[in-house]
């Protein structure tokens, strides 16, 4: 199965009636759906490596959708949102995309059409998952190297040769070239160019250490 068929669709919003139809329409096109009636409830029951989307109306009692948008940036919570809004709405839900929102659709709206803006989000959820867990994975890797690795790391990446390597740090070229060794194969990569974008991905200040 992948990532995306995996993915739930969560569904806010205070009016029963709209809620409901929303999920037949959801179900109908095979998506699994959770709804809730308040970004409050959402929030208690939400666990962040549950993979899908957020279907948040904007304007709700309490916790309104602008609010638990930027409640779930602050989480870093990085799940995608399709705002939907009423016609006085589509500023705010226009400002809301602009913070990050996946999209907005006005209600009423075309069944098709917001389908299609479901598809679009899930699949978005699953290429950020995939990323964040190759970003780990590498970060996971760097950790398994010896600070000198790491040192020569910084060096290759830089472009300097083996002699320079040496040279700089006072050992043997048959040293460097034994670490080098050690630092491609528990980084994954067979060449220097795949090591450069791999560094490129790590936050420099942890590479550093």
């Known amino acids: 199965m992948s990532v995306e068929a995996d993915g739930t669709v969560f569904i806010v919003d205070d009016d ?11 179900e109908s096109a095979g998506h699994r759906v959770v709804a809730y009636a308040a970004a409050e409830n959402f929030l208690t029951a939400y666990e962040p490596d549950q993979a899908g989307c957020l279907v ?29 809004t009423g016609h006085g709405d589509v500023p705010m839900a226009v400002s809301a995309v602009k913070k990050g929102a996946a999209e907005f659709i006005e209600k009423p709206f075309n069944d098709r059409a917001f389908l299609g803006l479901i598809e679009k989000a899930l699949k978005l959820d699953a290429a950020q998952r995939r990323e964040q867990t190759r970003k780990m994975t590498v970060t996971a890797r760097l950790e398994k190297l010896t600070s000198r690795e790491r040192e020569i790391m910084r060096f290759v990446v830089a472009g300097k040769m083996n002699k320079t390597i040496a040279d700089e740090l006072c050992i043997s070229i048959k040293t460097v070239e034994a670490h080098r060794s050690r630092v491609m194969q528990k980084m ?15 936050d420099p200040r942890r590479s550093a250490h």
């Open 16 to 26: 029963d009636a709209f809620r409901d139809s929303l999920c037949w329409l959801l």
């Open 188 to 202: 994954g990569v067979d060449s220097v160019a795949a090591l450069v974008q791999l560094a490129l991905e790590i």
């Open 56 to 84: 948040l109306d904007i304007r709700m009692p309490g916790m309104n959708g602008l609010e638990l948008q930027d409640e779930l940036k602050r989480r870093e919570l990085t799940l995608p949102i399709v705002f939907v």
